[in-house]
């Protein structure tokens, strides 16, 4: 039951109700991290989905100066997920995640969710739903950071 009231604060289980929390949380895994410990790494298969029950997790990415860095693009909070992309393309993971300090996870693996998706269609447009809204705004947000990167860029070069 306490994997439902967590539930219950994360954008992609907005829609759903108790029954259907229940269905979800049957599917779900507690995992424990260490700070600095990595969650995953880029290139790794993508074959969960992550939410944050407790601290932080920051997100990784190789650094423009060299592959072998990697520099922090985001820090995610409890009630945010990620490793979203891996339910949907099933592609390597993009980025790596790493605690930030001591935190608590719920792991969502992709063969489970995808049988829940199969059987019950209800359930599956509603995630799917919120999953394309919390997709589009992280969208927005990397386009309105390209724009900002862009100008800064511009300015740069015009003062040369």
Do not use: C, W
Request: cysteine-free.
């Amino acid at each position: 039951m306490e994997n439902i009231e967590i539930f219950k604060k994360i954008a992609l289980f907005k829609e759903l109700n108790n029954t259907e929390l229940i269905k979800i949380a049957n599917l779900t895994q507690k995992v424990s991290f260490n700070a600095g410990d990595v969650v995953f790494k880029r290139g790794e298969a993508g074959d969960a989905l992550y939410l944050i029950r407790e601290g932080e997790v920051e997100v990784l990415a190789p650094s423009p100066e060299a592959e072998e860095v990697e520099d922090v693009v985001a820090v995610l909070k409890p009630g945010e997920l990620f490793g979203e992309m891996a339910l949907v393309e099933g592609e390597p993971r993009s980025a790596t995640v790493r605690a930030k300090g001591p935190a608590k996870l719920i792991r969502v693996k992709k063969e489970y969710f995808d049988d829940m998706m199969r059987q019950e269609h209800a359930i599956a447009l509603k995630i799917y739903k919120r999953l394309t809204i919390i997709l589009s705004h992280r969208l927005r947000e990397t386009t309105e950071r390209f724009a900002i990167a862009n100008q800064i860029i511009r300015m740069t070069s015009k003062k040369r």
